[in-house]
């Protein structure tokens, strides 16, 4: 799976402030693997002396990646190399895979094909990495339609790799910043998702939010200038508000899921406001309840994983 915009606009955001500063990196990039591994190809790991972001997997693989990663920042080569681990005893895994790991040494040098990727990503574009592991540096290109639907691709006899970095980012829109909204957003936040939050009350807001999330004050109003095929959530502090919501989206636009926070009891109601009104086949489409899990519980951060677990299911489907 390629790394989405927003989400991975922040760590080459780190990696560049990092190496501007005069700091070293070391990026672990999963380069293949085999049989059953903890991460997919493209995954990548930004190493430094004291600290890293994301993970290539986590347990003893993870240790020894960081590890190897220090020694080479300590070091300050090789530049790149590949290793691979077998997923078994040595490891004290039993995953029964085998991983190859690329270690790039990343420094001052690496300041300009980081910015590309950065900018790219701030543009939402894709674009392609080429990076030889052994002389040159690495190369950045578009990412065009006809290209490679692999994270990445690894050509051993020419001892280089390629990956795609970049993917057009679902869109999910939260309307209601009140407890479950707020809730959501600290779930929905860390996962590569591009986010809408919309409220008409202009004292519900957070401080601050991350990047890829867009507060968006205003009622149903607002629905017609909001994504096509998005996944909306409809949790507002009005039942009210709530149905002018379902009747924006309904009206104006298309959408990949559409539920609505409450009973079944409160789904009939809307329904039966609906039909009749808006083609049948799009009003049973409303999902209320909404989560993966059917709970009783009125907890906020339950609800928000339950609910958060059924948008990635329906992603990955």
Not at 107 to 116: I, K, N, Y
Not at 155 to 166: L, S
Not at 233 to 256: G, M, P, Q, W, Y
Request: one cysteine or more.
């Amino acid at each position: 799976m390629t790394e989405p915009g927003h989400y991975a606009s922040t760590a080459y955001g780190r990696a560049i402030t990092a190496l501007q500063s005069g700091r070293c990196l070391v990026l672990v990039t999963v380069l293949r693997t085999q049989g059953s591994a903890p991460r997919d190809a493209g995954t990548r790991m930004w190493v430094g002396a004291h600290n890293q972001l994301d993970t290539v997997g986590g347990g003893n693989l993870e240790w020894q990646a960081l590890a190897h990663a220090r020694q080479m920042l300590e070091a300050s080569q090789p530049r790149r190399e590949v290793r691979r681990y077998p997923l078994g005893p040595s490891l004290g895994q039993c995953c029964g895979g085998v991983v190859w790991l690329a270690f790039e040494h990343l420094d001052q040098r690496d300041l300009p094909w980081c910015m590309a990727v950065h900018d790219a990503l701030g543009k939402d574009q894709a674009v392609l990495r080429h990076v030889p592991l052994q002389e040159g540096e690495p190369r950045i290109t578009p990412a065009s339609n006809s290209s490679s639907g692999e994270a990445c691709q690894w050509d051993e006899a020419a001892n280089a790799f390629t990956e795609t970095i970049g993917m057009v980012l679902a869109d999910v829109i939260v309307c209601g910043a009140g407890h479950i909204g707020h809730a959501l957003l600290k779930v929905l936040s860390d996962l590569p998702l591009r986010i809408t939050w919309l409220d008409p009350r202009s004292d519900c807001w957070p401080e601050s939010v991350p990047p890829q999330v867009r507060i968006v004050q205003g009622d149903a109003d607002e629905v017609p200038d909001l994504p096509n095929d998005a996944y909306w959530l409809v949790l507002t502090h009005s039942h009210a508000l709530d149905l002018e919501i379902i009747e924006a989206v309904l009206k104006h636009r298309s959408f990949k899921f559409l539920g609505l926070i409450g009973s079944r009891t409160k789904k009939a109601r809307f329904v039966s406001r609906l039909r009749g009104r808006y083609p049948a086949e799009q009003v049973a489409r409303i999902q209320c309840p909404i989560g993966l899990v059917s709970t009783s519980s009125k907890e906020p951060a339950i609800i928000a994983v339950s609910v958060a677990a059924q948008l990635l299911a329906l992603m990955q489907a």
